[in-house]
């Protein structure tokens, strides 16, 4: 299946700006409930961009649902049906009596499980065709996929076609959601980004209209707002307000022009992310999993980007992206000291695949009052003025061209004496010409704990919003350090870099 890293093209192309987060905890969610007529019963066009979150859970994740009638409802979600995997797509009408389908064939269901890419999904439909494959049409990144009613393997309940001429929920007046399933009880919860969100009452739309391919063969977005005819329903939502009210402020601001704005719980101002289509940014990455040592999992939320360590010992991760050259920035914010843990969590920087075998630069166990650093596998001694306290900030500077990491805390210089320049690793067996470096966070034992990351896209309140030197990243403290730029890990970045 082909997934979108995102673009990392300097040119003029049309850009996103900004993508909502979900968090599946806080049951965030956009809503509306819709009244008058539509113009179409039978006929509409979906298109959004998306980022998956967590796919450790095995509940459900509802995307987009509306109240068909009574506590039935029409739901497009990552479902649980299939023994509970969440990378694969659901379509269920009328509470699946009129339609449960899921894409794939008869030997293999298509799966969306890579949380470093962002995806795009048009869902159109068109419930008079007379074949039962043209009443709904799936593309991914542009390219249609084969949706059956029966499904090899699977355990979907009730695998239906779409009946012929059946009256959408969607374009019904009733209650509609963004992020949770409408049904009952308001359940199922989506994790992850939402982007660019196009809703169309009325056409069965290509996927040429919201997107195109590009000279290298990429699926990028375009403009497409003034080439749409969005019928009565329809709404267009771009992600750039914050507020939590169904008008134009709110999160769920309608810019097609109708109006149809949706009000937002569940969500805060800080899940309004520059993390988007054409600038992906960097997350941890969920579907790591140590091949030495523990092969425990911690817990990820707020859009992959904090990090709880798994309640009965060591947990270890990396993050999407790794970066061979260049200088690079990135914030951790502590959740508590980790002084009562002996200097865990261990966090920096390690090799591509490294898990826990110590070859790392960065944070190491403190011995007494010497507090140590790693450096591949080898220690420095009296590397830092200490450990991290509660809400402290750690700012990390990586200069790969000169195998050099420099360590700040709250904005001051953290390194004590035994690397009063940083810590250099350009003699040791951690070797970046030998493969990438990734971020390493490495947990320990009975410690109840959590990092939040920041790559540029804080799950946490900041208050000083600064960029680094191109412009990318909201961070708490200056990437730029005595006069040396340092860079958000996001594409744009690293197609600038190289």
């Known amino acids: 299946m082909p997934t979108i890293l995102g673009s990392n093209s300097l040119d003029d192309s049309y850009q996103i700006s900004n993508s909502l987060r979900f968090n599946d905890a806080d049951n965030a969610h956009l809503e509306k409930t819709f009244s008058g007529s539509p113009t179409s019963t039978t006929k509409c066009t979906m298109s959004f961009w998306i980022k998956t979150g967590n796919l450790l859970s095995t509940s459900a994740r509802a995307i987009f649902s509306a109240i068909k009638s009574g506590s039935n409802e029409d739901v497009i979600k990552f479902g649980s049906s299939n023994g509970g995997n969440l990378g694969y797509l659901e379509f269920n009408f009328n509470n699946t009596n009129d339609g449960a389908m899921m894409p794939g064939n008869t030997t293999a269901l298509i799966e969306f499980r890579d949380p470093a890419a962002w995806y795009n999904f048009v869902i159109a439909i068109d419930t008079t065709q007379g ?107 771009e992600f750039k307000q914050t507020g939590t009210s169904a008008n134009s402020s709110g999160m769920g601001a309608d810019t097609s022009g109708n109006d149809n704005h949706f009000s937002a719980s569940g969500t805060a101002t800080t899940d309004i992310t520059t993390d988007t289509p054409t600038n992906n940014f960097c997350v941890m990455n969920p579907l790591i999993k140590s091949s030495l040592g523990s092969t425990n999992q911690p817990t990820y939320s707020e859009g992959n980007v904090r990090v709880d360590n798994h309640s009965s ?121 030998t493969g990438f470096f990734q971020v390493r966070y490495n947990s320990n034992t009975n410690v109840s704990h959590f990092i939040e990351f920041n790559f540029g896209q804080p799950s946490y309140s900041i208050s000083s919003a600064v960029s680094d030197a191109n412009g990318h990243g909201s961070f708490e403290y200056n990437p730029t350090l005595s006069g040396t730029n340092y860079l958000a890990l996001c594409t744009k970045n690293l197609g600038a870099t190289g």
């Open 131 to 237: 074949s039962a494959e043209d009443r709904l049409k799936f593309y991914v990144n542009g390219t249609l996929q084969e949706v059956e009613a029966s499904i090899s393997g699977g355990n979907l309940q009730a695998d239906t076609e779409m009946a012929q001429n059946y009256d959408l929920g969607f374009l019904t007046a009733s209650k509609h959601q963004i992020g949770m399933n409408v049904e009952s009880s308001n359940s199922e919860p989506f994790d992850g980004y939402l982007s660019e969100f196009y809703f169309v009452d009325g056409q069965q739309y290509a996927p040429t209209v919201f997107a195109e391919t590009d000279d290298n063969g990429v699926w990028i977005p375009k403009d497409a707002k003034d080439d749409i005819s969005f019928g009565n329903y329809g709404f267009y939502m």
């Open 313 to 433: 010992g060591d947990a270890s991760t990396l993050s999407t992206f790794g970066v061979a050259n260049g200088k690079w920035y990135f914030e951790a914010k502590y959740s508590k000291s980790p002084s009562d843990a002996q200097g865990y969590p261990q966090l920096g920087w390690a090799k591509n695949g490294n898990h826990m075998d110590g070859e790392m630069v960065g944070f190491h166990t403190p011995s007494g009052s010497d507090y140590r650093a790693k450096n591949g596998g080898s220690t420095i001694s009296n590397a830092f003025d200490g450990v991290p306290a509660a809400n402290d900030i750690i700012g990390f500077y990586l200069d790969l061209d000169n195998s050099t990491l420099i360590v700040h805390r709250n904005g001051s210089d953290f390194m004590g004496s035994g690397a009063t320049n940083g810590i250099d690793f350009s003699s040791t067996t951690f070797d970046p010409d």
